[in-house]
């Protein structure tokens, strides 16, 4: 805990204005609800990833006091899809929880992550999030690493584009707007204004493990420095100059991207993907349906 404080301190004196706390599951800390206090007291804004599955009354009451925003995750509109992906007995310790959530006046924001188990329901599930109570709604695909890569259930591109076209359509029926993570190249697979999509490369945020490890992109594991040993201030001017970030900030200037209208604004999409599939940040994102599919 004393490491974790000295941590939250340093943020505070730099001026950084959010932390979220994610996992793996975040709760498994027993001092967890400690942590976020001392986010907050350092008057940073702080937010929860939890999967929901081991929220109680009092949890939900310590996380209400602090008026920390919840984010969760759903895989599916019902028991069956959601535990095809999650595992046997999560549904209803999923809905238990989310309810003790939203009875202490949280907001909750799901995220979906789309893969090659649930990509025929997500219109479905994000009507679903929307029916339960969600404040919010966002989806994902699920990236070629670790059980996605190690079991084939990362999603492939045109299972991808369903799903967005699908998650617009009920976006629209519902008048909300879904959120869409690390899919910059959105615009080339539709035009909803129902969805909502951007570039991590134009963020000021740093990934940090458990271990106090500043990696390039959660998902990537490439480590640039410890937070312990070095500080937040040469993390970040470590991170933001590695040759592997300056490589991926341009737009591409590779085919199909080079030709591509949302070039600019896209830049190649995701640069983690890429080095995942091709070991280039430079390279275009294979998840993109104009680059194909992925090997």
Same mark, same amino acid.
């Given at each position: ?46 937010? =929860? ?10 949890? @939900?009451? *310590? /996380?209400? $006091?602090?008026?920390?925003? &919840? ?45 090659? =188990? ?10 679903? @999030?929307? *029916? /339960?109570? $969600?404040?919010?709604?966002? &989806? ?156």
């Amino acid at each position: 805990m004393d490491e974790i404080l000295k941590v939250i301190e340093e943020a505070s004196e730099l001026g950084i204005e959010h932390v979220h706390y994610t996992g793996g599951e975040p709760l498994i800390r027993k001092d967890i609800i400690e942590i976020l206090r001392e986010t907050v007291n350092h008057d940073i804004d702080a937010t =929860l990833f939890t999967n929901a599955t081991l929220i109680n009354d009092e949890i @939900a009451r *310590e /996380l209400s $006091a602090l008026e920390i925003f &919840i984010y969760t995750s759903m895989d599916g509109p019902s028991k069956e899809v959601h535990e095809l992906v999650r595992g046997p007995g999560t549904w209803d310790r999923f809905i238990e929880g989310f309810k003790k959530l939203l009875d202490g006046g949280l907001p909750i924001h799901v995220n979906i992550s789309v893969n090659e =188990l649930n990509w025929r329901f997500i219109g479905e599930t994000v009507r679903k @999030a929307i *029916e /339960l109570g $969600a404040y919010s709604v966002s &989806i994902i695909p699920a990236m070629p690493v670790s059980n996605a890569l190690k079991y084939g259930v990362y999603v492939r591109p045109n299972h991808l584009a369903h799903a967005l076209r699908d998650a617009g359509r009920v976006a629209e029926e519902l008048g909300i707007v879904v959120g869409v993570w690390c899919v910059p190249f959105v615009g080339v697979v539709t035009g909803s204004p129902n969805l909502a999509y951007g570039n991590c490369r134009d963020w000021d945020v740093m990934d940090v493990t458990p271990s106090g490890n500043v990696v390039l992109c959660d998902v990537m594991g490439y480590v640039v420095g410890n937070v312990l040993e070095l500080g937040i201030e040469e993390c970040w001017r470590r991170l933001k100059n590695h040759p592997l970030i300056v490589k991926a900030e341009g737009p591409k200037k590779v085919p199909p991207c080079s030709s591509c209208i949302l070039n600019e604004f896209c830049r190649g999409g995701c640069f983690a993907r890429a080095w995942l599939v091709s070991g280039d940040t430079g390279a275009p994102d294979p998840l993109c349906p104009k680059v194909g599919k992925l090997r």
